[in-house]
Antibody
Framework: QVQLVESGGGVVQPGRSLRLSCVAS????????MHWVRQAPGKGLEWVAVISYDGRNTYYEDSVKGRFTLSRDNSKNTLYLQMNSLRGEDTAVYYC?????????????????????WGQGTTVTVSS | DIQMTQSPSSLSASVGDRVTITCRAS??????LAWYQQKPGKVPKLLIY???TLQSGVPSRFSGSGSGTGFTLTISSLQPEDVGSYYC?????????FGQGTKVEIK
């Protein structure tokens, strides 16, 4: 079955770095764009970043631009999120999620898919 | 960036009630709107994409409608297992912004 397993979370001091990983199984990883979404304690969902299926394109939410870097290794079915210069407001559960990079046909035209399967999440706590 | 505004932020309804949640985009996003359900302590789950296409395995009491800037998620007959938070998300282009969420409880 389709599965995403995140790891790498932990407690880290402000200004330090952490690298999250997300290992995928049960689907063709190299055909899927991959996202990170985070959820601060007691708060809503916040989209963080996306990387295209081939790793060529990345997009980031403004608050993490220049600090977070997405990468992927399609040979290992693994997604990475390098987080530098961490701040207290980065404290959250971090989820990876997949998105079919293809399109579906609806009412006369093609549309891209939404994010679909999510991992269980890994918790990042930034605190001194 | 496009802002997504959900309403209400919370609601309480009886089992069997029809429940409607609204999501509004600050600019036209066509039908690039998804709805997610997050039950307490659980991982978010995709309910609807393309504003109205039900994800496989999702009960038919859930439905979505709208296009452009106005969207609706409807639960035709609220069930106890529907308790949780619901989020809309736009995905026409980055950033893939979520609405602030709607917490659904049973009265």
């Amino acid at each position: 079955q389709v599965q995403l397993v995140e790891s790498g979370g932990g407690v880290v001091q402000p200004g330090r770095s952490l690298r999250l990983s997300c290992v995928a199984s049960g689907f063709t990883f190299s055909s899927y764009n991959m996202h990170w979404v985070r959820q601060a304690p007691g708060k809503g969902l916040e989209w963080v970043a996306v990387i295209s299926y081939d790793g060529r394109n990345t997009y980031y939410e403004d608050s993490v631009k220049g600090r977070f870097t997405l990468s992927r290794d399609n040979s290992k079915n693994t997604l990475y999120l390098q987080m530098n210069s961490l701040r207290g407001e980065d404290t959250a559960v971090y989820y990876c999620a997949n998105q079919n990079s293809g399109n579906y046909y609806h009412s006369g035209r093609y549309y891209q898919y939404a994010m679909d399967v999510w991992g269980q999440g890994t918790t990042v706590t930034v605190s001194s | 960036d496009i802002q997504m505004t959900q309403s209400p932020s919370s609601l309480s309804a009886s089992v069997g009630d029809r429940v409607t949640i609204t999501c509004r985009a600050s600019q036209d996003i066509s039908i690039y709107l998804a709805w997610y359900q997050q039950k307490p302590g659980k991982v978010p789950k995709l309910l609807i994409y393309g504003a109205s296409t039900l994800q496989s395995g999702v009960p038919s009491r859930f439905s979505g409608s709208g296009s452009g800037t106005g969207f609706t998620l409807t639960i035709s007959s609220l069930q106890p297992e529907d308790v949780g938070s619901y989020y809309c998300q736009k995905y026409n282009s980055a950033p893939w912004t979520f609405g602030q969420g709607t917490k659904v409880e049973i009265k």
